[in-house]
């Protein structure tokens, strides 16, 4: 889903106060975190919501929608569950509520499942539609059968029990019962809008428009289902509506029937298991604009925009984005993720919609607000690999989703402006640093409230960045891809990605997601440096509270003259003391002049420093080397004296002990059968403080 609309250009992010951006797109936008933003910045909200930026970007108050509306998910449940659903199979019936407007609708539908957890099966519990989705009868093989509705759940009793190598369908005969239009506040799920109303605020409904809408939970609002995402099936969505509509939804358009009354069905079929919140139906008069990606000579994947008809010469033009930049997007995600693996591509556009869009498979929502924004249409596609493909397991694991397709829309940035990536992850990282201030929670495991929240978005935007900053671009879309093929059209958690990334990188990487995922916060650094002759002292504190003291591998870089050297070690201190060899003048020291690691940096304070009278320091020799390396080290106090050895992207490769020494010289070797050819760090610890050096191993 998305919530974050179009961003500011970068002119604007530099110059205006990062509380004016902030107050300007999220305050209105952001439906989990508005109403934590609303009670801590009140005096904000007041002086600027009501002033230029109300108009500017969609919220439920555009369209006299009360906010709040949608509560948040209940507790995910397991992963499996006593039965598997294969198939739903549904029929929705829209033409008195397009039509007559009608406040309820009748729909048909037929479950196909099977055994899982438990056989024989006498039994299945779907999740609660109550009060707006009343079951009036259940039959299987045109028996009746016994069921009882209530808000534990839509309780249904099979007439034979199930073995585990059976399949079953059962039929929900169901009406829904929408508040409409004299209680918007109250649609949950099914939402309709008649065109010429006016909404309080002023706005107009442009056009009719009726349409499901249900991430995290509310698809059990409009559809009889098990709606947790965990269980993904095939679907067949049947729409009928008045002659003049357009249904459109998931899948493949099998056929539109004419009914000879006024009426039309529009029968859609979905040949990938997909989750139950990615399953819609939206009407209303609709054009359709059209081009062809081509995926492979012979299989041409067709990709839509469904726009009210006053739009359809914008799709297929609008400079900034139109059907065709769509097509172009599509490539470069296939570039680097793998194919787009659905049938088809498609987009409908429609006001009022709460949100910037939800990626509902092949059929994604956006608001027509934004239908030609590269931002939502880049995010909403990017989900149909991270997402609708690979689909959360538990609503614990809503980074997997929204942070793969946050970094996917930044990435496409990237793929034409540099610049641009950067002013955009800049941006991200200090919304998220305003809403760290009044909620802190880790990404995993958000609180209910929070999981649409700027962690799981901008954060987990930006452990992905930090991934691919530390293992370079070709293993992190080793990583990528491999995570792609492993769980195709499955469900995936949190350990699943970091069992995949630790093994494409033949490394243990639960330090990284143990920190940056389960963790919360980020470091909080501040530098200083001192000079020597031939060499200087780096100082690099962590001031963080509510949060763990970062391991990360970090740059610094030194200037003379003009010129620019930098100098690795990997960081996991409270504070380190790091001696560099380096002969020239220094005119300055930047920490992290890559901008690589998600933090903030505040002056250094402390009025002395560390006492370094009689430096550590470290050589190696000969360098390059070979076999055995002679490391040689001294001391200027006595201390307690380890050695490690660390590889170019900071994973640590070997360590020497060598115990408590006294005050001198030392000398000890380090052979290194098993390493590979490349540069190496060796940093020495004492008591008094670090001193690291490289050198090159040459095989
Ligand atoms: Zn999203």
């Not at 024989?120 to 779907?126: E, H, K, V």
């Not at 534990?152 to 019962?177: C, E, F, R």
């Not at 490391?631 to 006595?638: A, E, P, R």
């Not at 004296?641 to 380090?670: F, M, P």
Request: with cysteine; net charge negative.
């Amino acid at each position: 889903m998305f919530d974050q609309l179009i961003p500011s250009p970068p002119s604007e992010k530099t110059s205006c106060p990062l509380w004016l951006s902030f107050s300007a797109r999220h305050l209105e936008t952001h439906r989990n975190t508005w109403k934590l933003r609303i009670a801590s910045l009140a005096v904000l909200i007041l002086t600027f919501a009501s002033t230029s930026f109300a108009q500017v970007e969609a919220s439920p108050q555009d369209y006299g929608i009360p906010p709040g509306s949608v509560s948040p998910p209940p507790p995910s449940l397991a992963l499996q569950h006593s039965y598997d659903v294969l198939n739903y199979h549904l029929y929705m019936d829209w033409y008195n509520v397009l039509a007559n407007k009608s406040l309820r609708y009748d729909g048909i539908m037929q479950i196909t499942f099977r055994p899982d957890l438990v056989s024989p099966l006498d039994s299945i519990r779907l999740s609660p539609g109550a009060p707006y989705l009343t079951v009036d009868s259940v039959t299987s093989g045109g028996r009746s059968l016994n069921f009882t509705s209530d808000t534990a759940g839509i309780y249904i009793i099979l007439d034979k029990p199930l073995a585990s190598s059976d399949t079953a369908v059962v039929s929900l005969y169901y009406h829904v019962d929408n508040a409409g239009p004299s209680g918007y506040a109250n649609q949950r799920g099914f939402y309709l809008y008649y065109g010429g109303e006016k909404m309080s605020g002023g706005y107009v409904v442009p056009q009719t428009v009726a349409y499901t809408m249900s991430e995290p939970s509310d698809a059990r609002y409009w559809m009889p289902c098990y709606d947790e995402p965990s269980d993904k099936a095939l679907s067949e969505i049947s729409v009928r509506v008045p002659d003049a509509y357009t249904a459109a939804s998931n899948g493949k358009l099998e056929s539109v029937v004419n009914n000879g009354d006024g009426s039309r069905t529009f029968n859609w079929v979905e040949h990938f298991p997909i989750a139950t919140y990615l399953m819609c139906a939206t009407a209303s008069i609709f054009s359709v604009v059209t081009a062809d990606y081509i995926r492979a000579p012979g299989d041409t994947v067709p990709v839509q925009y469904y726009v009210y008809p006053e739009d359809s010469v914008a799709a297929a033009t609008n400079p900034v984005c139109n059907v065709d930049s769509v097509v172009s997007m599509m490539k470069f995600y296939s570039s680097i993720y793998g194919q787009y693996p659905f049938e088809k591509y498609a987009m409908a556009c429609i006001e009022p919609f709460q949100y910037g869009g939800m990626e509902h498979t092949t059929m994604t929502t956006l608001n027509r607000k934004y239908e030609f924004s590269r931002y939502d249409v880049a995010h909403e596609l990017a989900h149909h690999w991270f997402g609708d493909n690979i689909t959360l397991g538990t609503w614990k694991d809503i980074w997997l989703n929204e942070g793969f397709a946050t970094y996917s829309e930044a990435m496409q940035l990237q793929h034409v402006s540099q610049p641009g990536f950067t002013a955009e992850m800049n941006y991200e990282e200090n919304e998220y640093f305003m809403e760290y201030d009044t909620a802190k929670y880790a990404i995993y495991a958000p609180p209910p409230a929070l999981i649409f929240g700027l962690a799981e978005y901008y954060k987990a935007a930006w452990v992905l960045n930090m991934l691919r900053n530390i293992e370079g671009d070709s293993v992190f879309f080793d990583i990528l891809r491999t995570y792609l093929a492993d769980f195709r059209f499955g469900t995936a958690v949190t350990s699943n990605f970091i069992n995949v990334a630790s093994q494409v990188t033949h490394t243990n990487m639960d330090w990284f997601f143990d920190e940056w995922i389960y963790g919360q916060g980020y470091p909080i650094y501040s530098f200083t440096y001192k000079t020597f002759p031939g060499s200087f002292t780096f100082y690099l504190k962590q001031n963080q509270i509510n949060a763990p003291i970062f391991r990360m591998p970090v740059d610094v870089g030194v200037y003379s003259g003009g010129q620019e050297t930098t100098f690795n070690f990997v960081d996991s201190l409270n504070l380190q003391t790091v001696r560099f060899s380096y002969p020239g003048t220094i005119d300055s020291v930047v920490f992290d002049p890559g901008d690589k690691i998600f933090k903030q940096v505040t002056a250094w304070t402390d009025t002395t420093l560390p006492t370094l009278g009689s430096p550590p320091s470290i050589q190696v020799y000969p360098n390059p080397f070979n076999g055995v390396a002679q490391i040689q080290y001294s001391l200027g106090v006595d201390s307690q004296v380890t050695i490690d050895v660390y590889d170019i992207i900071g994973r640590k490769v070997e360590s020497l002990n060598e115990g408590s020494q006294q005050a001198g010289a030392y000398q000890v070797s380090v052979s290194n059968h098993n390493l590979a050819s490349g540069v190496y760090f060796f940093r020495l610890h004492t008591d008094s403080g670090n001193s690291v050096t490289k050198a090159l191993l040459l095989k």
